[in-house]
């Protein structure tokens, strides 16, 4: 009996061991507080933000906006909100019926809402609706610095920079000096509120050289800006509402739009207009701390601190981290774990700020306009879906509000074009109206994402509220999904053509049946029968039929799928080899079905790994490429992505996924890694692997917690 006992021990004790070894508890507060980005030098691309998914503030390395212009080519001073909105006059009146062409793919007119070549009222009327309404520049909250010769200081003035964002609180501390003199500053916003809170500390406040400097702009209506236009000051209006000892309200009016702003301190401070929309705010203590809200209504008499905003956002932020998802690679010792943690963190952190609002995001978030400030819904799901895959599913369904008040305009672009249910648009803002474009209006791998969206939320919470709340939408998306979708009797099959497909380099009128299209139809319908079984309801005979006769991936003779049915060139022409590798995401963003042969597949990746035109892509066909491999059993290629040496796969000091001159902010590349990862270790329905993404090699003891597998 005692040598059984004996024997039986130590395997008991290895038992306990393993056991406890995949239980191990991260230790969140160490994990975040590491990856704190720290910023020694005034440098445009390393501006950090504040904010609360609704709001956001971007400031440069004094701790607030006191150098926009030079920062505006690179990563903007931004305060924006999902509120702040404005539209040019349109004295022509301009209609958006205008912008309409028809185009015939499937035996019928289809009006869609373009942008024309040609001069003329079409054009304009295209070109008005594009540009607006386009998103708003708040205002600059900045530090008048004033040197001994009483001129301002300039970026090469500020010295011995120590700046840190306190991922942890949601607190930036900003040092440096002035003439000699100490500055210290703190930077938070309110979790709650379109609010920040900021205390400055220095000498220079008792010498009259430091105030406090509110600057308005009225929009650019460009592309990609920071939307400030500050040459035009009769275009628009910023009074002084009321005031008294310790507070003051700004009215802003900018043709039909305003918003006001309300400033609050404590202690003496005098108030004083520079110039037209610059006003500046003269403390007279060497501590001085404020607030600043902005509202698209008058503010309501209530009243908080600089110190209670600092401390709304160490409790918000505290829990942010403490609850959801967490990945440990501390004891990693590829030297390339570092790099993917701090990468990782940042994403959670920026996605918070940026994408968790109550509209989908723009591709540059709260920080500056890209598509003049508009969102793209076929970037939802890189924006959002994360947030249910590291449970914080409440931050994916403050946005999944929105498509119930964009549903009568979905539904009348679905009836316009002679097609069922909701049809959703791809470049829209707040009113669901969608924004002419030669390339958008003809994409349509928006339209699953919300179903796939949906089910996410359903797998982290199975409940009748759930099916309630989204079961409408998701039955209006799957009828437009099934009328769009073309049969043709002599072979049986249907087939998806008329439309761009998520590789945008091909063209409506000749694509037929896009893999990753081809794929994301098969799982949306099959969810969308599985939710009306849910809701007690019969599945559609004619959804089966659809899913059942959906064609397959068309390939070549050397067992490569091809980038639609017709693209025979796909691996002699550059234009298919470029932009994104939509084809992976066939199977990585979507489980493997009867559509696809996994060793065609997996040919189709290699090559795609050896031979793409890897210059011309975004940051979110990493991340794609990466859960491609991962479900292909290929974490080494998993990694290699997620990593790979790319100008497009770039990672600032901030966090932000650098692209070009142009998007120096690309907040899909964030999401998708944070989605990616997620997968590669929490795993997939049917997966039995931990972490299944990430090589076998001794090199990657990744410790995860709080991850739901994707589908």
């Given at each position: 009996m005692r040598k059984c006992f004996l024997f039986i021990l130590p395997a008991f004790l290895l038992f306990i061991a393993c056991k406890t070894d995949k239980v191990q508890k991260i230790d969140r507060n160490a994990l975040v507080e590491r990856n704190n980005p720290h910023v020694k030098e005034i440098e445009e691309l390393?501006?950090?933000?504040v904010g609360n998914g609704n709001f956001a503030y971007t400031v440069d390395a004094t701790g607030m906006q006191t150098f926009p212009e030079a920062y505006a080519a690179g990563v903007p001073l931004g305060t924006q909100s999902q509120w702040g909105w404005h539209s040019f006059p349109n004295p022509e009146k301009y209609r958006t019926e205008e912008t309409l062409k028809n185009y015939n793919f499937r035996g019928w007119e289809e009006p869609y809402a373009v942008q024309f070549n040609e001069p003329g009222r079409p054009k304009e009327a295209a070109d008005y609706y594009r540009i607006n309404p386009h998103r708003l520049h708040l205002g600059n909250i900045g530090l008048e610095l004033i040197k001994e010769d009483g001129s301002l200081a300039k970026t090469e003035d500020i010295k011995?920079?120590?700046?840190?964002?306190?991922?942890w609180d949601g607190v930036i501390d900003s040092k440096f000096t002035v003439n000699g003199d100490s500055v210290a500053v703190k930077t938070a916003s309110h979790p709650q509120k379109d609010q920040v809170g900021i205390a400055v500390s220095s000498p220079l406040i008792a010498k009259g050289k430091l105030g406090i400097n509110f600057r308005f702009s009225y929009p650019t209506g460009k592309h990609t800006d920071d939307a400030c236009d500050r040459t035009v000051p009769e275009k628009h209006k910023t009074i002084i509402e009321s005031q008294d000892d310790n507070s003051l309200v700004f009215k802003r009016t900018l043709d039909t739009t305003i918003y006001y702003v309300t400033i609050r301190w404590t202690g003496k401070a005098t108030i004083a207009e520079k110039e037209a929309h610059y006003f500046v705010l003269?403390?007279?203590d060497d501590k001085f701390s404020f607030t600043c809200e902005f509202t698209d209504k008058n503010p309501a008499g209530s009243s908080n601190s600089a110190e209670d905003t600092f401390t709304k956002s160490s409790e918000y932020w505290q829990a942010f981290w403490q609850n959801g998802g967490a990945v440990d690679f501390s004891q990693c010792t590829d030297e390339r774990a570092k790099e993917l943690e701090r990468r990782i963190v940042l994403s959670q952190y920026l996605m918070a700020i940026q994408s968790a609002g109550m509209y989908p995001p723009q591709e540059t978030g709260l920080t500056y306009n890209s598509w003049f400030g508009k969102y793209h819904l076929e970037m939802h799901w890189w924006h959002a879906s994360h947030f249910a895959l590291w449970k914080r599913t409440d931050l994916l369904e403050r946005s999944m509000d929105w498509y119930a008040k964009a549903y009568p305009v979905a539904k009348s672009i679905a009836e316009r074009q002679k097609f069922k249910g909701a049809r959703w648009m791809k470049m829209t803002d707040p009113s669901g109206m969608e924004a002419p474009s030669k390339v958008g209006s003809f994409l349509t791998w928006?339209?699953?994402?919300?179903?796939?969206?949906?089910?996410?939320?359903?797998r982290n919470n199975p409940s009748d509220e759930v099916i309630k709340k989204y079961?409408?939408?998701?039955?209006?998306?799957?009828?437009?999904?099934?009328s769009f979708a073309t049969y043709e009797e002599l072979e049986g099959r249907y087939v998806l053509k008329g439309l761009i497909p998520a590789q945008e380099t091909l063209r409506a009128s000749e694509t037929i049946n896009p893999p990753f299209e081809l794929s994301y139809w098969h799982y949306a319908m099959s969810v969308a029968q599985q939710w009306r079984e849910r809701e007690g309801k019969q599945r559609k005979p004619q959804w089966d039929e659809l899913i059942d006769k959906l064609s397959p991936l068309a390939y070549n003779s050397d067992g490569l799928y091809l980038a639609a049915e017709d693209a025979v060139d796909t691996y002699k022409d550059i234009r298919y080899t470029s932009d994104h590798m939509a084809v992976l995401g066939s199977v990585g963003i979507l489980p493997m079905n009867k559509l696809i042969r996994e060793d065609y597949m997996k040919n189709t990746l290699h090559w795609i790994w050896d031979n793409w035109n890897w210059g011309k892509t975004w940051g979110w066909d990493y991340p794609m490429t990466a859960m491609n491999a991962a479900r292909m059993g290929e974490p080494e290629k998993a990694v290699g992505a997620l990593l790979m040496d790319k100008r497009t796969n770039t990672y600032l000091v901030n966090g932000h996924n650098y692209q070009d001159a142009r998007l120096r902010v690309y907040l899909p590349g964030n999401g998708g890694l944070l989605t990616a990862i997620a997968m590669m270790c929490a795993g997939w329905d049917g997966n039995e692997t931990n972490t299944p993404g990430f090589p076998k090699d001794?090199?990657?003891n990744v410790i995860w917690e709080d991850l739901a597998p994707m589908p």
């Open positions: 390393s501006s950090l933000s011995s920079i120590d700046q840190t964002l306190k991922l003269t403390p007279a928006q339209q699953p994402h919300f179903i796939y969206m949906a089910e996410l939320i359903y079961g409408f939408l998701v039955e209006e998306t799957a009828e437009f999904m099934a001794g090199k990657w």
